[in-house]
Nanobody, 130 residues
Framework: QVQLVESGGGSVQAGGSLRLSCAAFRYTYSINCMGWFRQAPGKEREGVASIYTGGGRTAYADSVKGRFTISQDNAKNTLYLQMNSLKPEDTAMYYC???????????????????????WGRGTQVTVSS
């Protein structure tokens, strides 16, 4: 099955930037939607951004619009999340996820839904201090 490995997390001060990466391995040709999700302690996992791998259509959570950018490098089978103007409330474990389904991303203009994604990475921690 598809394997996903995140990297790029770390600790930054408010206003800083980080770029997360997610490398995909095995059966990557089957992936149509990829997304970034996050989960803070004591909170439910929430969608941050998604991208349709076949055409680049993107969608974002309202809380990150204008600050985060999702992108892909198909030649490297890698997904990115550029995070700018970070806030303490962005502190969370960030996960990369993928699915072969098209509906979760191609027709959506809102944050991805965790239940619609099948393959998950183990996460990378992002901590933003004030």
């Amino acid at each position: 099955q598809v394997q996903l490995v995140e990297s790029g997390g770390g600790s930054v001060q408010a206003g800083g930037s980080l770029r997360l990466s997610c490398a995909a391995f095995r059966y990557t040709y089957s992936i149509n939607c990829m997304g970034w999700f996050r989960q803070a302690p004591g909170k439910e996992r929430e969608g941050v951004a998604s991208i349709y791998t076949g055409g680049g259509r993107t969608a974002y959570a309202d809380s990150v619009k204008g600050r985060f950018t999702i992108s892909q490098d198909n030649a490297k089978n890698t997904l990115y999340l550029q995070m700018n103007s970070l806030k303490p409330e962005d502190t969370a474990m960030y996960y990369c996820a993928a699915t072969a389904a098209v509906v979760p991303c191609i027709y959506r203009d809102y944050a991805p839904l965790p239940a619609e994604y099948k393959y998950w990475g183990r996460g990378t921690q992002v901590t933003v201090s004030s």
